[in-house]
């Protein structure tokens, strides 16, 4: 590491260290500070000292009341510290096996394909309905990896706004929020949309306008106030899998309502709600009623959905 570089880590790290001391009332010589209880949970607070051979200018470990079983772990370090290979200072968090948690990056780190910048808070195997943005809890999974980057970062070629972005456990991008306008699988779309991103490579996009989508305009979600639904499905070809139009709109000569709409990967409507009576193939297909299609262009199915 450059003098440089580590004169900045030491500057926020004591920066950090101050403004920490500056909120504690006089720390006590002897190692137990105090307890106190809340919840389910008895904390116990300790200064100036190593566990789990971790230096630790405070630890607080919070007990199971009835168990006695360790809930959390955290605590201020004394120094910067390699934990597991990976360059921490300033606050962290343990898992109760002492697995990370919650740190910030006292150097840059590769994790998987990514290599971080100092300064970025790191949330290692996160229950995802903890997150504190409603948007990232819809995002799938049972535990993620969570960033909040000091600027936007270059995530898979799409630039991500710094505040978080999530991650699979594997550091595979699950989802995030655009820092710029972007080009994703040749669709155009704005700064502050929602991209989230699937396993086997389909993805969806949640705008905060109505964009046009592979030539229909496809309405946004505020996803900002929202928990869950709407968005611009796709499969991972790019082809638009499923939407909902601003107007009821015409589709491959099929007239549809202002509802989801479906379609099979080849490009082809697979499902719509009729717009209007209308006949295909000879048929007469009653308005509101649901329109299933194969791949040929062929009606399967025409029944109206219970609730309308």
């Known amino acids: 590491m450059d003098r440089f570089k580590k004169n900045n880590i030491d500057n926020a790290y004591h920066k950090l260290k101050f403004e920490k001391m500056k909120d504690l009332t006089i720390l006590l010589a002897v190692i137990l500070i105090s307890t106190s209880s809340y919840g389910k949970g008895k904390k116990y607070i300790y200064s100036d000292t190593t566990f789990n051979h971790i230096e630790f200018a405070e630890i607080t470990f919070t007990l199971d009341k009835t168990t006695k079983d360790t809930l959390q772990i955290e605590g201020l370090l004394k120094q910067m510290t390699n934990i597991n290979g990976i360059p921490c200072y300033g606050n962290i968090s343990f898992h109760p096996d002492w697995g990370l948690k919650n740190f910030t990056l006292a150097d840059e780190h590769t994790f998987g394909k990514n290599t971080f910048p100092i300064g970025t808070h790191i949330g290692l195997n996160i229950g995802r309905f903890s997150l504190e943005a409603g948007y990232f809890k819809t995002v799938g ?56 991103f699937n396993k086997d ?108």
């Not at 479906?262 to 297909?285: M, N, P």
């Open 141 to 196: 999974g049972d535990t993620v990896n969570t960033c909040s980057f000091p600027a936007n970062q270059v995530i898979n070629g799409l630039s991500c706004d710094g505040m978080e972005v999530i991650f699979t456990t594997k550091w595979n991008l699950r989802a995030c929020i655009l820092g710029d306008d972007e080009i994703i699988a040749g669709h155009a779309v704005k700064k502050g949309t929602l991209a989230v």
């Open 201 to 308: 490579g389909s993805f969806s996009v949640f705008c905060m306008y109505d964009p046009i989508i592979q030539g229909y305009h496809c309405s946004g979600t505020s996803y900002k106030f929202w928990n869950g639904g709407g968005g611009i499905y796709f499969y991972p070809n790019g082809q638009i899998s499923l939407f909902t139009p601003v107007d009821d709109v015409e589709i491959q000569g099929v007239f549809c309502m202002s509802k989801c709409i479906w379609f099979y990967e080849s490009g082809k409507l697979q499902r719509c709600t009729s717009a209007k009576d209308q006949t295909i193939d000879g048929v007469v297909h009653k308005k509101k009623h649901t329109l299933k299609f194969n791949e040929e262009g062929s009606v399967t199915e025409s029944y109206k959905d219970k609730f309308f």
